[in-house]
């Protein structure tokens, strides 16, 4: 569990100093707004998980 962990913070750290890199603002902005989508998809996925576990309905 550890090293996928490691592996995980590696990646993360990666595309961080990527993006530190980036002066292009229009490549900025489209990967600000991809992110942005895969926030709130992963909210979404998060909140019906957590409904259903609960037994909610939730529509």
Same mark, same amino acid.
């Not at 600000?32 to 998980?49: E, F, G, N």
């Given at each position: 569990?550890?090293?996928?962990? #490691?592996?995980?913070?590696?990646?993360?750290?990666?595309?961080?100093?990527? +993006?530190?890199?980036?002066?292009? +603002?229009?490549?900025?902005?489209? #990967?600000?707004?991809?992110? #942005?989508?895969?926030?709130?998809?992963?909210?979404?996925?998060?909140?019906?998980?957590?409904?259903?576990?609960?037994?909610?309905?939730?529509?």
């Amino acid at each position: 569990m550890a090293e996928l962990e #490691l592996a995980r913070r590696f990646a993360m750290e990666s595309q961080s100093r990527a +993006i530190d890199e980036c002066n292009d +603002i229009d490549q900025l902005r489209q #990967l600000t707004k991809k992110l #942005l989508v895969a926030w709130y998809q992963q909210s979404d996925m998060t909140r019906h998980y957590g409904a259903q576990v609960m037994g909610l309905n939730l529509r």
